[in-house]
């Protein structure tokens, strides 16, 4: 039997837009970004992947998550293929290029 006056609200659903108030806004950044990083360690574990997140608070204060625990090498490592894919689509373009003036003569 339940009892018809709530003590709690409860979880509700919040309108998303920006927090004016700098004392909320922190307060809310750091439970968002605790539940951030909560989601992205399950992702880890139950997928087997590797995540590298960096976010910047409202203080300007850097805070990161890594699995494996060195951002650095992870994000390293992205910057190496992102830089060796687009070494490859250079190539392509290149190649692409001279073959559209072969046909244009």
């Known amino acids: 039997m339940e009892n018809p ?13 920006k927090i004016e108030k700098k004392s909320s806004l922190q307060v809310a950044f750091t439970k968002r970004r605790g539940g951030l990083f909560r989601k992205a360690s399950e992702l880890t574990v139950v997928c087997g ?32 293929k992102i830089v060796g894919g687009m070494e490859q689509y250079l ?12 046909n244009l003569r």
């Open 91 to 102: 190539k392509f373009l290149e190649d692409f290029g001279g073959k559209v003036e072969e």
């Open 49 to 80: 992947v590797e995540v590298a997140i960096l976010v910047k608070s409202p203080a300007d204060k850097l805070h990161s998550f890594g699995h494996p625990p060195d951002v650095e090498a992870l994000i390293s490592r992205a910057e190496e």
């Open 5 to 17: 006056k709530k003590k709690t609200l409860g979880r509700r659903k919040i309108e998303i837009k």
